[in-house]
C-alpha cells in the first residue's frame, strides 16, 4: 500500500485557493459570508422563491467561477468521456445549478421544518449490517445531498451518529457549521471536524465498538492525513485512508450511501453492498483492497448521477479535458 500525506497544505482533491481568497476574506467562495447569506435567504424568503432564484444565479455563478466551470468539465469527461463545447457548457450549467438547490436543501434541511421525501434503494445492504447492532463505518462522496444521508440512521431507527467531516477553509465557516448544525445534533448526531489528533481516532473506534455510526467523506484527503493510492475511472486518484482504518481497527464493516437528488427537497438513498475489511498479516494490502472497492462504489454513483458530482478542482490537470 502506498501512502501519501499532504502536512500543512491543501490535498490535492480540495477547492483551490490563492491570491482571490486573501483579497476577499469572508466573502471568498468559500468564506463564511456565503454560509450565512445561504441559510438567511432559506428561513426568509418563501419557499416558492428558491427555484427561481438558483436559475437566476446559476448563469452568474458560471460566468464568474472560471477555474471551477474549466474543473467540472475535465472531471465530467474522465467521468462521461470527451464532449464538444456545447455539451461541456451544458454539463457545467447544470452541476452548478444542482450544487445551488444541494446548498439550498441542506439548510432547509438542518433550519426548517420543511417536508423531504426520502426513497430508499436496496435496503437490504442497510439491513445487513444494522440489524445485528454492529457499529458500521458509512461513507459517501461530495455527491448530491451526501449530508442527508447521514441523518436517516437517526430519524428512521434512533441510531447515534457521528459525521467527520473535513476543516472548512475558513475558520469562521467551520464555526458556523458548529451552531447550525448544533440544532439537530440532539443525543443521537454528532458533529466532528478532522483534526488529526490520535485521540479523535481513538474515540470514533469506541464508538463504532459500542454500535455506533460513523458517517464520513471518502472521497478527498484531508490535509495533514494519510492517502490510499487508487483508481476512479481509469486514472489514478488517491484516496483517504481513515474509513478503511476505523473499520478494520473495530471490526465493523464499511456501507457505501449516497443521496442522490431527484427532485425539489426529494431525493432517493442508495445503499450499496457492504465492504468488510480484512484483517490479514499485510495491513496495507488489507486496506488497499478496502479502499480500491470504496473507489469503485464513488465511480458508481459519480456515473449515476455525473451532474451531481460536486469536484470544483480539476482532479487529473496532467490529462487532456477532450
Known amino acids: 500500500m502506498r501512502q501519501v500525506a499532504y502536512p500543512g497544505e491543501r490535498p490535492p482533491h480540495a477547492p483551490e485557493t490563492g491570491w482571490s481568497a486573501r483579497l476577499l476574506g469572508r466573502f471568498h467562495a468559500t468564506g463564511v459570508f456565503w454560509y450565512r447569506l445561504n441559510r438567511w435567504l432559506v428561513t426568509a424568503a418563501p419557499d416558492w ?44 450549467l447544470r452541476t452548478i445549478r444542482n450544487c445551488g438547490m444541494c446548498l439550498i436543501e441542506r439548510y ?98 469506541e464508538a463504532l465498538e459500542r454500535g455506533e455510526i460513523v458517517a464520513i467523506q471518502a472521497d478527498r484527503p484531508h490535509a495533514g492525513g ?32 449516497f443521496a442522490l437528488r431527484e427532485g425539489r427537497r426529494r431525493f432517493r438513498l442508495v445503499f450499496r453492498p457492504p465492504i468488510e475489511v480484512r484483517r490479514s498479516a499485510d495491513r496495507g494490502a488489507d486496506l488497499s483492497a478496502a479502499i480500491e472497492r470504496v473507489a469503485g462504489e464513488i465511480e458508481y454513483a459519480i456515473r449515476r448521477a455525473p451532474n451531481q458530482w460536486f469536484a470544483f478542482r480539476e482532479l487529473w490537470p496532467d490529462r487532456p479535458s477532450r
Not at 490510499?228 to 450511501?257: C, E, K, N, Q, S
Open 49 to 92: 422563491l428558491m427555484a427561481p432564484m438558483i436559475a437566476v444565479l446559476t448563469p452568474f455563478a458560471y460566468a464568474v467561477l472560471v477555474r471551477v466551470r474549466r474543473a467540472i468539465g475535465a472531471n465530467l469527461a474522465a467521468a462521461l468521456g470527451p464532449a464538444g463545447f456545447l455539451e461541456r457548457q451544458r454539463r457545467c
Open 108 to 205: 432547509e434541511r438542518f433550519s426548517t421544518d420543511r417536508p423531504f421525501a426520502i426513497e430508499l434503494e436496496a435496503l437490504e445492504h442497510w439491513r445487513a449490517v444494522a440489524d445485528g447492532g454492529r457499529g458500521f463505518v458509512m461513507v459517501t462522496a461530495h455527491l448530491g445531498l451526501y449530508e442527508a444521508g447521514s441523518m436517516v440512521p437517526v430519524a428512521k431507527e434512533a441510531r447515534r451518529v457521528h459525521l467527520v467531516r473535513e476543516p472548512e477553509l475558513d475558520p469562521r465557516a467551520q464555526a458556523f457549521m458548529r451552531e447550525t448544525v448544533a440544532a439537530v445534533e440532539g443525543t443521537h448526531y454528532q458533529m466532528h471536524f478532522q483534526t488529526g489528533d490520535p485521540l479523535q481516532a481513538v474515540a470514533l473506534v
Open 226 to 257: 494519510k492517502s490510499v493510492a487508487a483508481t476512479l475511472f481509469g486514472r489514478a486518484f488517491p484516496l483517504p485512508a481513515g474509513p478503511a482504518v476505523l473499520a478494520r481497527t473495530a471490526r465493523v464493516p464499511i456501507l457505501p450511501v
